[in-house]
């Protein structure tokens, strides 16, 4: 899969670009929050220092997002954390590699600043996914009211020897 979204990404038919929130806001309404008006699917931390917003293009529609936050959660105890919140790929674009690409352009990212874990809220429906992309659940299932049941996943992001080699457009 990884050749795969490297040549999707050198043919230019895959693009990853940071963002900002409010681009965001149309496949958070339309994939995870449809009981929302789209100007309510802000993030009250959208706008913080550290921030970042990554899209997937492809053949230039936005189709992936995901949203980065600093920020520590208590049952970890490394000092530099990252938050992964509000990854969203559009139904038809979905299987293609979008969710994939962006996230090893995340984890290269945060590397390069020195950041030890990403971790995230995921929902159940979407931890194998994660699982696949090296995450590890932390405790038991818990509910998120309106949105459905979750598992804290995380995952180690320090600087290895060999990077994750995905080009990208910043």
Not at 49 to 77: M, P, W
Request: charged share 25%.
């Amino acid at each position: 899969m990884e050749i795969l979204i490297s040549w999707l990404v050198k043919r230019k038919l895959l693009k990853i670009k940071q963002i900002q929130a409010v681009d965001c806001y149309p496949i958070r309404q339309q994939i995870l929050w449809q009981h929302k008006k789209l100007e309510d699917c802000g993030i009250d931390i959208d706008e913080q220092e550290g921030a970042f917003h990554l899209g997937v293009f492809l053949k230039d529609e936005l189709v992936c997002i995901g949203s980065f936050f600093k920020q520590n959660h208590a049952q970890f105890s490394e000092h530099n954390q990252y938050r992964l919140r509000a990854m969203a790929t559009l139904t038809k674009a979905q299987k293609q590699g979008a969710a994939k690409a962006l996230l090893y352009f995340a984890f290269e990212r945060l590397q390069n600043q020195n950041q030890e874990i990403l971790w995230c809220d995921a929902r159940v429906i979407a931890h194998g996914f994660y699982e696949k992309m090296g995450f590890t659940k932390k405790g038991k299932i818990y509910e998120i009211p309106l949105i459905g049941p979750h598992y804290l996943m995380w995952k180690s992001v320090k600087r290895k020897m060999n990077s994750y080699n995905v080009s990208r457009e910043i």
